[in-house]
């Protein structure tokens, strides 16, 4: 039962910014961890954001010092905060959880994708 919705994403200038969220909802023990992932197109799926399960962070090389990843646990929802944004950042961007709807039994949960697209 559980869902992930994505919003936020749409057309920016090179240096602006987009903050993008993902809200779960349905049948949640808890959250261990949340990421965002992209595809430009041609290109392999690739991991921009995530934290993880012990609350590390991690960022691309590529989007280092420029996005931010967070959550807000009391609605299940994560964000992604792009900030001096590039062309080479249009992609579709997901965001992926890993959640519990029983305590011991994890599954990985998508969004349903939303377009960033950079101007050149």
């Known amino acids: 039962q559980v869902q992930l919705v994505e919003s936020g994403g749409g057309l920016v200038q090179p240096g602006g910014s987009l903050r993008l969220s993902c809200a779960a909802s349905g049948n949640i023990f808890a959250i261990d961890s949340v990421g965002w992932y992209r595809r430009a197109p041609g290109k392999q799926r690739e991991l921009a954001a995530v934290?993880?399960?012990?609350?590390?962070?991690i960022y691309a090389d590529s989007v280092k010092g420029r996005f931010t990843i967070s959550k807000d646990n009391a609605k299940n929802t994560a964000y992604l905060q792009m900030n001096s944004l590039k062309p080479e950042d249009t992609a579709v961007y997901y965001c992926?959880?890993?959640?519990?709807?029983?305590?011991?039994?994890?599954?990985?949960?998508w969004g349903q994708g939303t377009q960033v697209t950079v101007s050149s």
């Open positions: 992926n959880f890993e959640i519990r709807e029983k305590p011991s039994h994890r599954q990985q949960y």
């Open positions: 934290i993880t399960s012990g609350g590390t962070v």
